[in-house]
């Protein structure tokens, strides 16, 4: 079953009543941007209070500082005028289940759709597989205060970053809908 035919009439729904915002800026209205993990339990607009044209909100698994999310942070702050980043991981994160060596072994199996259980992901789908995945740096995480920490920290240290860009460490809280802040990350993030 496909959702095609459901985001297709969302989103003529959505054209219909789309008003003046193609005047809109290029640039954030409100000058920052927001790394995040893409989980669907996260809605970055109301978690901070954000409108279309307000912040850039960069996603990916776990919310990392990967080589293309600091791109992105890059071209925001150097094209488009952001002054404040913030990095926000989550509790309950999926990247929390697995190690590169379980997905590696998983992709090598199949390519189809595993399955979690108590123990983690475990492999239902039968091959082909492919050992592409091990030359990936999947980026898992096993402590989420530590990996917000080290990806402030990762993009702090990046030579294309300037110092002058504070980089706030937070954690948002599946269960509560609360960003709670990693103070190490936030003073390790300080604008210099």
């Known amino acids: 079953m496909t959702v095609l035919a459901e985001v297709l009439s969302a ?5 219909n009543e789309f ?8 640039p954030p209205a409100r000058g920052f941007a927001i790394l995040t993990c893409m989980d669907a339990r996260l809605d970055p607009a ?6 279309e044209g307000d912040a850039h909100v960069i996603r990916n ?8 999310a600091i791109r992105s942070l ?12 913030f990095v926000i991981h989550h509790t309950n994160c999926g990247m929390e289940f697995f190690t590169d060596e379980v997905i590696r072994g998983l992709l090598a199996n199949s390519l189809e759709t595993a399955a979690l259980g108590d123990a983690g992901f475990y492999e239902v789908g039968s091959g082909p597989g492919s050992t592409e995945g091990n030359y990936i740096d999947w980026l898992t995480i096993t402590d989420q205060a530590a ?22 460490g937070y954690i948002y809280d599946v269960a509560t809908g609360r960003l709670v ?12």
Do not use: Q
């Not at 008003?19 to 290029?26: E, M, Q």
């Not at 109301?46 to 409108?51: H, T």
């Not at 698994?61 to 293309?68: I, K, L, P, V």
């Not at 890059?74 to 980043?85: A, D, N, R």
């Open 11 to 15: 989103n003529a729904a959505y054209a």
């Open 19 to 26: 008003g003046d915002k193609s005047a809109l800026a290029l």
């Open 46 to 51: 109301k978690y901070a209070g954000l409108s």
């Open 61 to 68: 698994a776990g919310g990392r500082a990967s080589d293309d």
């Open 74 to 85: 890059v071209i925001s702050y150097k094209l488009l005028g952001t002054k404040e980043w």
């Open 147 to 168: 990996s917000v920490l080290e990806d402030v920290a990762r993009i702090k240290a990046h030579p294309l970053v300037p110092r002058g860009i504070p980089v706030y």
């Open 181 to 192: 802040e990693v103070p190490a990350a936030t003073t390790a993030g300080a604008a210099a």
